[in-house]
């Protein structure tokens, strides 16, 4: 059973940066599709950023595009999600995401994937 556990969110400013961080246990990390979505409140979730098994690829949603960068780091089975001059649009629950085995690329429907963090809340206010 794989366990996946976001940190680093928090109350922000516009314009802010802030680093999430999601770290896998129980599976294979080095050999999983890794994916960031988020959720707000009434909304269904969306795609933010992906990540392919060894980190050579990456895809984004066109909103956050030259703003966020997506990374991760296999020997501590770890993705990360560098996000930079905030706005208040990005406030939500940010979730990290699991697909173990091959897709077609970019991995970007939240069906795709297999395991899901908790979530961590990001709040930007003015």
């Known amino acids: 059973q794989v366990q996946l556990v976001e940190s680093g969110g928090g109350m922000l400013q516009v314009g802010d940066s802030v680093k999430l961080s999601c770290t896998a246990s129980?599976?294979?990390?080095?050999?999983?599709?890794m994916g960031w979505f988020r959720q707000s409140p009434g909304k269904e979730r969306e795609f933010v950023a992906t990540?392919?098994?060894?980190?050579?690829?990456?895809y984004y949603q066109d909103s956050v595009k030259g703003r966020f960068t997506i990374s991760r780091d296999n020997p501590k089975n770890t993705v990360y999600l560098q996000m930079n001059n905030l706005k208040p649009e990005d406030t939500a629950v940010y979730y990290c995401?699991?697909?173990?085995?091959?897709?077609?690329?970019?991995?970007?429907?939240?069906?795709?994937?297999?395991?899901w963090g908790q979530g961590t809340q990001v709040s930007v206010s003015t």
């Open positions: 995401a699991a697909r173990d085995g091959t897709y077609t690329w970019p991995v970007s429907r939240a069906s795709r994937y297999d395991y």
């Open positions: 129980g599976g294979r990390f080095g050999y999983y599709v």
């Open positions: 990540i392919n098994a060894n980190g050579f690829r990456t």
